[in-house]
């Protein structure tokens, strides 16, 4: 169900299970989880196989489930693993996103939808909602009143109004580039812009460990930081000379 490969500083996760439009059972869960936790490389980008990113939880498993508290909580964890992971996490959400699907891509770092994707939280059309932090997470990312307007009405948003509301950050026919994009960075920069846009601490705190996160980059780079100084001052008279 859950395939990886490594592209030199991407890896690629692919949820691989099209003939259910990628809807993922506990098991699955759990092989995506080790897929994004497990990754060496500064990026790792997260797609879904076929015509669809992810429809979310198997319902067929849904339907039997002797403890649903534990499997929502499973997803939370999934979900949170994603978000803490030492990688960049870019989805590249191509076709439906779908309730869980959705709430996972909301977990990453980096959302970049194709012209095709659509995205929903369509759980309250059969007596449900989204509970792989859905309800945590949607708000944070689009604000409190697109969160409730789409987790109650159930509606279906496209590429375009989902780049509106900020749902996602672009719309391209290859959200695959961007994650190469991304990965053309240094790792140690990449990994301390994420865990610090990742702070839910106070504004002092996360101010401070800011700054000390920016010195301790100073320092590992100070060579290349010198060399390019260099060369950006000289080309700044150069232009200033003409």
Partial sequence: MIRTRDAGRVRVV????????NALTPDGLDALSTAVTEATTPVVYLHGAGSAFCS???LEVVASLSDPEAFARRGQRVATAIESADSVVVAGIDGPARGGGLELALACDVRVATPDATMAEPGVE???FGAWGGTVR???VVGEGEAADLALSGRVVDAEEALRMGLVSRVTESPYTVAEEVAENEADALAVVKSRLRDVGDVESREAAEAAAFAELVEAHADDLAALAG????????ESDG
Avoid: Y
């Fill in 14 to 21: 692919t949820i691989d299970r099209p003939d259910r439009r």
């Fill in 56 to 58: 979310g939880a198997d």
């Fill in 231 to 238: 060369g950006d001052v000289d080309e700044e008279r150069d």
């Fill in 126 to 128: 059969f007596g449900l």
């Fill in 138 to 140: 949607l708000p944070r």
